[in-house]
């Protein structure tokens, strides 16, 4: 009796096998015992059901996440994709690296831990890597350019530390690192040769220094919430083909070039930074950017009615003087736009009607400049209670046209 106990399960899995290898090829063995320690080493976080299909005495082709061609595991996704799903608790077992047939390895947010198993590296079809919003610590694997047909490589939202690879592979299309604790510089040879980019994300990292030459296919760049610093024109005058820009949140100086504002862009974000100078959109090209913040710098000079385009336009927090152009008041009554920030500037006037019927969905805020506000309208409360700037100050002002005052009060 013991005997036909024991044997009983070898001669079943035998049998599963063999009525599948007649219906649809048996999975590769090496997929298959690599399948069962990725299986191994996670599990569903309560509420989430995706292993109840994962039974290894039927065809694993059959699991759900489980995408095979003839024997082989092709595409990989481990969790279940519903969103709200709480997502896998575990780690992701360096097994993994045998699947030499995967193109696509996803895992659903969840509280999946440990590094990122070197051995993915191995995977010399991996066309598409997305562990987001997991608990991965330690670092990018440095050889990750190996993986020459890897296109999209996101692990934003995890704790992945240490510093930017030295290289990404020529394919790379998409690469999201954002929200990490990834330091260190962006080392412009890491990206010289990502001749396809489109879209670089490194928002909320520790990374600093200056940025260098990145490609110019670039359509989407963020790096928002880091310490970058330097000028943005060593980087960005190749990027004409950029759709978004968010260089907000770092410590980037000098000026802001003319032609950025000529870019295909719909939101152009640089504010917190130390930029200074003035800012001369070229006025041959009319800007159709939507939304444009350069709130908190150290930009002076007059505002260019090249803005008036602009659906919201945020200058609050700088050294502006003059007159805000009148065709801004036109646009603010036509309800082109919807957001205009002036707070905290030197501006003098704008030449509106008491009565001018602002639309109600408006955010107008001149508070804090150097005239008396011919609108009431509400401000957001930072911008403090105080409707005009002193007289003292508006006169020093005067005296430097914005360039040498060292008051901004622009980090209020
Ligand atoms: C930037 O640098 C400062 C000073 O070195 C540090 O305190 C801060 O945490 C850094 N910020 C980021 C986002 O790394």
Known sequence: MARVRTTMPV?????????????????????????????????????????????????????????????????LTLGDPAAG?????????????????????????G????????????????????????FFTGIIPPSISALRKLRTLDISFNQISGVIPPSFPSSITNLILAHN???????????????????????HNHLSGEIGPLPATLQ???????????????????LSSLHYLDLSSNKFSGVIPSYVFSFPLTSLQLQRNKFTGMVRPLPSTPMSIHTVDLSYNRLFGSISPAFATVKNLYLNNNKFGGKVPGSFVEKLVENGMQVLYLQHNFLTGIRMSPMAAIPMSTELCLQYNCM???????????????????TTQCTAWRTTGGAGSDDDGGDD
């Not at 989407?220 to 190749?238: A, I």
């Not at 008396?372 to 002193?390: D, H, M």
């Open 372 to 390: 008396i506000p011919p609108v009431q309208t509400p401000c957001p409360k930072k911008s403090g209670k105080t409707k005009t700037r002193p």
């Open 220 to 238: 989407y760049l963020s790096v928002s919430f880091n310490n970058f610093s330097g000028s943005m024109d060593r980087f960005v005058n190749q």
């Open 181 to 203: 604790r990834i330091e260190g510089k962006l080392p412009y040879w890491s990206l010289s040769t990502a001749t396809s980019l489109l879209r670089l994300d490194l928002k």
């Open 85 to 109: 799903s709480p997502g896998l608790i575990g780690r992701l077992s360096s097994s993994i690296g045998k699947m030499s047939a995967l193109t696509e390895l996803s895992l659903v947010p």
């Open 111 to 134: 509280r999946v831990m440990g590094s990122i198993p070197s051995s993915i590296v191995m995977l010399s079809e991996l066309r598409f890597l997305a562990l987001s919003r997991n």
């Open 11 to 75: 001669l079943f899995f035998f049998v599963v096998f063999f009525v599948i290898g007649s219906v649809s090829g048996i999975l590769n063995p090496v997929d298959f015992l690599a399948l069962q320690d990725v299986r191994k080493s996670l599990a569903d976080f309560p509420g989430s059901t995706f292993f109840s299909t994962w039974d290894f005495t039927s065809d694993p082709c059959g699991f759900s996440g489980v995408f095979c061609v003839e024997d082989r595991v092709v595409a």
